[in-house]
């Protein structure tokens, strides 16, 4: 059998592991079951990725990566901050619309790390990196319209997606577009009017990442 580059082998081992969490949920996906997926040796995973806990981690960087990229695609260049960060939300919600798998296997890795000593760096690096992202963006936002934040942007992320992600859990659970759509546009709502000093946070109530 010819030898495969571990370049070439890592990303059809994450989306080995990616198809059969998204199929038989992460409890499944054991190292052999991994490597039966995509039929090879089991040794191969373990030469590639050293342990389950690094496959882990990088099958949790690229769902996030992808989501991201989504989002910075439609990330807008629109001078009014309010209008701006409603386009930002609107095109995570979309991922969120058209790849609730994604989502949910995400979130059910968030739940499995909690619960996993040796994946506790895991999944930190991974709200860590959607933090930063979005407060880059945030940033970027308030920039463009010249818009001084009134909270820190970390902050303000941190506000957003306290509402977004249990928004996000609701869809999966019980869909319904209608009531999304309103809780979608109220978050945005205070999540402007944070930035704007119109909603505050107490002093020393929002914890450093």
């Not at 960060?85 to 979130?107: D, F, I, K, M, Y």
């Amino acid at each position: 059998m010819a030898h495969v580059p571990v370049t070439e082998r890592r990303p059809q081992l994450i989306r080995a592991a990616i198809d059969l969490m998204t199929r038989e949920g992460v409890a499944a996906a054991s190292t052999r079951a991994i490597a039966a997926e995509l039929g090879v040796a089991q040794a191969t995973v373990h030469y590639t990725f050293g342990n389950k806990e690094e496959l882990y981690h990088a099958v949790m960087q690229q769902l996030t990566e992808q989501l991201v990229a989504q989002v910075e695609q439609a990330a807008p260049r629109d001078t009014d901050f309010n209008r701006a960060l409603g386009t930002l939300a609107a095109a995570l919600w979309q991922t969120v619309r058209e790849q609730p798998t994604s989502h949910q296997l995400l979130s059910e890795l968030t739940m499995y790390a909690l619960r996993t000593p040796r994946l506790g760096t895991v999944v930190q690096d991974h709200q860590t990196g959607v933090l930063a992202v979005t407060s880059r963006l945030i940033e970027e936002a308030a920039a463009r319209a010249d818009r001084q934040l009134a909270q820190p942007a970390d902050t303000i992320a941190r506000f957003f997606h306290a509402g977004f992600d249990g928004l996000t859990v609701q869809h999966l659970v019980h869909p319904d577009d209608a009531a999304e759509a309103s809780c979608l546009e109220a978050l945005v709502a205070a999540t402007a009017a944070l930035a704007a000093g119109e909603l505050t946070v107490p002093a020393g109530s929002t914890p450093t990442p």
